[in-house]
Structures are given as structure tokens and as C-alpha cells.
């Protein structure tokens, strides 16, 4: 598979990986206690905390100065031998939570195989769609960052678990190189090294199992299941620094490569959770009273008011449900002020709600086998229309791949 490459990975060398590993940046982005409370925990510890920008605080004063503390601690780390590198490999993880169990597998994919426009003949593609406008401050910590760190989940439509299933099943014969507990309720991480050929191998039977199976010729083999901006920022990195390389040099530059999970579609440890609104500084009443009269339909979504609760009527298909509640949402501040955030788990959602007096909607589902389809068909959803897991179900931060030569 073309998309997908094999590439040296940077794993920590650290005493206390419950305190390394730090949960995705684009979490709890209501909720600063979460992270004063992460803060504490790792104390002066070795951490990716150091390493990247929770999103709470994009919008404080001083984020310049974060963004340089945190390259600076990324050429630290470094040059302090707190990385090894695994070379040319793999690997398959494991990820444990209160909830389930998944697998995942962590590779390198080509940056100019992706795409988040439609229509599109990439190989890897956005399922929602992606706001150009919070590009740029994600590209600023990027472009002077040595390393980075994924927390992009990619998806492939395995439906005879060719992959990733196969590879756990062989896991006994596997290099263990990490299995320890998470911090802040995330369950628990191991991961095994997985020689390059038995994944292509894998891979190559996939893309047999998935060829014409959407109607349709394509190309279409691997789709974006959370962090679409990383991914499309990374490719803006990409975009600026090889129009400076040759050709030679472009092939091999190790920016031009982004390192992600990939999991499968299917496996049950997956399950795909609605991404709530809440929308403030807004007449709450009049708010609600547009929500109801904009929306129609088969399907019921439930909205809470301070003490009031209402079902207000909408689209029984749920991604068609949540553009027409987006579409709201954006028109309405548009015309009369006020702001959203998007929110995982119910409740996170009540208790930021309650704690700021906005409003909020609880979003519908959207079954995830109809996901490759859906894109095939119409291109990507609106943008947060799901999540892959409750909030501590995301991505923690434990490899790191090296982006400059």
C-alpha cells in the first residue's frame, strides 16, 4: 500500500511512562482542572505534557512563549538521550479502558495522499470537514518543532480483519516494548514491534478484499478518524518545506511522512460516539426557540436549558442531523454572537454547560458501517460530527517520530 510506510520511531526512555504518556491535545478543552490537575501529577517528570498545547489554552495570553518552551523542550529531550530510536518498524498496541479493548497499529503515511477537499482521488481522506482557520496557529508550533508527536487515528474498512486482528493473533512472537497503566482514568497501553513485511504483506491482501466493494473504481482505501486538522496541518508543514528540496530530496525527507495509529473500522473495541454542542453568550431562549423552528423531522434531539429539557424534532439520518444543527449553530452566532465548543461524553457536556449557562444539544450517532460509503458517496461529514471513544478513550501521546533531517 503506497500510503502507509515504515519509518524510525522515537520511544522514551523514562522511569515513569504513566507519567510520559499524556492524553491528546484537542481533550477536555473546557475543562481546565483536567490539566492543572495532569500538571500536578507529573511534577517534574520527563513528559510529552512539555511537548505539546492543550487546546484550553490557545486562546491565553503568552502562547508564543509556549510554543517556544515547548520546542526548546523537544531539542532538550533530544539532545538528553530521553529518546531511542526504533529503527524501521512498526508497532502494534494495544489500548485498554474502563469501557473496552482495541488494537491499533502505529505507521507513517505519505502526507500527499491525503485530502480533506471533495470530490478527491486520494487514497486517504477526511470524513469531516476541516476548518482552514485553525490551521494556522497549529502550523506555527509545528514549523520549528523537531518532532512530533500523533495522536491521529486513521481508519481502514477491514472487514475480515485481514490486518491488525491477524497481527494480534501472532502476538506471542512479537518484541514487547511497552505495557504499563495510563494516568487520569486512560486505561492502559502495550505495544509489541512488528517486522515491516508482515504488515505490507497484510496490507496487500486488504486492498484485494476492498477493491470495487463501494460500487464504484477508486483509490479510496484509508479514512481519517479523528484529528483531520493534525493531519491537514502537518500537510501544510509538508506543502512549505519541499517546494525547497529537490526531488531526490523530497522523497525521503522525514516531514514529508506523518505518524498515526491506524485501526480498523470493525474492531469492537471501536465504537463511535456523538461529539455534543454547547453554545454560550447567547440569548439562551431565543436561541432554542431558532434550533426548534429550523429543524424538522423524523429523528428527536434533546436539548437542555438550564433546568428545561425539550426534544425538538430533526433528520432521522444522523449526518444529515448534524450539518442541519451545525448549520444553525454557525448562522446564528454569524448574525448574533456568542460561541460553541464541542464536547465528549454526556457528562462532560452537563457539567460544562451548567458551569458556563450556554445551551446544550446532544448530538445523534452516526453508524460507523456506513462511514467508507458515505464518504465514497457525498465526501466528508460536517466537521466534529463523531468521535472514536469517550474523551479518555483518546489517543495518549507515547511515540514521537522525528521531522526534520
Known amino acids: 500500500m503506497r500510503t502507509i510506510k515504515c519509518v524510525d520511531i522515537l520511544l522514551p526512555r523514562v522511569a515513569e511512562p504513566e507519567k510520559w504518556a499524556v492524553v491528546s491535545c484537542d481533550q477536555f478543552t473546557s475543562q481546565r482542572d483536567y490539566w492543572q490537575t495532569l500538571e500536578s501529577f507529573v511534577g517534574d517528570a520527563p513528559s510529552t505534557l512539555r511537548l505539546i498545547f492543550p487546546e484550553v489554552y490557545l486562546e491565553d495570553d503568552g502562547a508564543g512563549e509556549r510554543t517556544e518552551k515547548i520546542n526548546c523542550t523537544m531539542k532538550e529531550y533530544l539532545a538528553g538521550n530521553v529518546f531511542h530510536t526504533l529503527k524501521d518498524s512498526f508497532i502494534l498496541v494495544k489500548r485498554d479502558t474502563e469501557l473496552r479493548s482495541r488494537l491499533g497499529l502505529i505507521v507513517a503515511i505519505v502526507l500527499e495522499d491525503y485530502s480533506y477537499n471533495y470530490p478527491t ?26 518532532i512530533e508527536l500523533p495522536h491521529i487515528l486513521v481508519v ?18 512479537l518484541e514487547k516494548l511497552y ?3 495510563l494516568n487520569m482514568k486512560g486505561g492502559h497501553l502495550t505495544g509489541y514491534r512488528v517486522d515491516k513485511d508482515q504488515v505490507f504483506d497484510r496490507l496487500a491482501l486488504y486492498e484485494k ?5 463501494y460500487g464504484v473504481r477508486t483509490d479510496f482505501t484509508l479514512a481519517v478518524g479523528d484529528g483531520n486538522h493534525s493531519l491537514a496541518t502537518a500537510q501544510a508543514h509538508w506543502n512549505e518545506i519541499k517546494v525547497k528540496l529537490t526531488e531526490e530530496e523530497r522523497e525521503s525527507h522525514p516531514a514529508r511522512f506523518a505518524l498515526c495509529e491506524l485501526e480498523n473500522l470493525h474492531d469492537s473495541g471501536i465504537a463511535f460516539e456523538p461529539i455534543h454542542r454547547v453554545v454560550f453568550d447567547v440569548d439562551n431562549v431565543d436561541f432554542v426557540t431558532t434550533l426548534r423552528s429550523r429543524l424538522n423531522g423524523g429523528g428527536k434531539l434533546e436539548v437542555v436549558c438550564g433546568d428545561n429539557r425539550e426534544m425538538i424534532a430533526c ?6 442531523c448534524i450539518a442541519e444543527v451545525q448549520k444553525v449553530i454557525d448562522e446564528y452566532i454569524a448574525e448574533k454572537g456568542g460561541t460553541v465548543d464541542y464536547i465528549h461524553g454526556t457528562e462532560h457536556l452537563l457539567s460544562v454547560a451548567k458551569g458556563k449557562g450556554g445551551v446544550a444539544i446532544f448530538m445523534p450517532t452516526i453508524k460507523k458501517d456506513e462511514l467508507f ?8 461529514l460536517s466537521r466534529k460530527s463523531f468521535s472514536m471513544g469517550e ?3 483518546k489517543r495518549y501521546y507515547y511515540e514521537c517520530h522525528k521531522i526534520v533531517r
Not at 482552514?132 to 509545528?142: E, T, W
Not at 474498512?157 to 512472537?173: F, N, P, Q, T
Open 121 to 146: 482521488e486520494a487514497p486517504l481522506r477526511a470524513t469531516e470537514g476541516v476548518v482552514a482557520d485553525r490551521i494556522p496557529p497549529r502550523l506555527k508550533i509545528r514549523r520549528d518543532a523537531p
Open 209 to 213: 478484499d476492498i477493491d470495487g466493494l
Open 391 to 393: 474523551a479518555e478513550e
Open 156 to 173: 481502514m474498512d477491514d472487514r475480515k480483519g485481514r490486518v491488525i486482528e491477524d497481527l494480534y493473533a501472532h502476538r506471542d512472537s
Open 315 to 320: 433528520n432521522h439520518i444522523g449526518a444529515e
Open 179 to 181: 505495557d504499563f497503566d
Open 373 to 380: 460509503q458515505y464518504v465514497v458517496d457525498h465526501g466528508n
